[in-house]
């Protein structure tokens, strides 16, 4: 299965804009630019695509563990922050951490660990990233 996604970019590096299309139609020449990546500019950037890539692909990961030890959750809610940091001259992304709020009722704490815990180091996305990956995890009744 491949997914793919198109980049285009125009100008310099501070006063280009680009634009971001999938083709899944879910992104539409939606906008990036410096100032969206580096300030609060309007538009969207890599790492905040990043965190929805990683919450979305650890919440669907941690779904399918839970399954698997007999549990299903009324809601989980994952927030990935992703990390981006001077490293010389450029830029590195040295963290991803993601925080989850889960409503199981009935769970069993052991059980909801360890099912994070596999979702973590089984989710692909986590896997693809060499940055630190840490993970909040609060399970509520």
Known sequence: MD???TAVWTGGIKDGRG?????????????????????????????ELL???????????????????????EKLETTATITLAKDGEGFSITKSHLNLIAKIPGADQAKFDT??????????????????????????A
């Open 3 to 5: 997914r793919k996604a």
């Open 19 to 47: 634009t971001l299309t999938t083709d899944s139609g879910t992104l539409k020449q939606t906008q990036y630019s410096f100032s969206s990546r580096f300030e609060s500019g309007v538009g969207t950037n890599p790492e």
């Open 51 to 73: 965190a929805a890539a990683h919450a979305g692909c650890f919440t669907m990961a941690l779904s399918g563990q839970l399954g698997a030890a007999g549990m299903t959750a």
């Open 115 to 140: 099912a994070v815990k596999n979702a973590e180091l089984g989710c692909p996305v986590s896997k693809l990233f060499k940055a630190e990956i840490t993970v909040s995890a609060h399970l509520q």
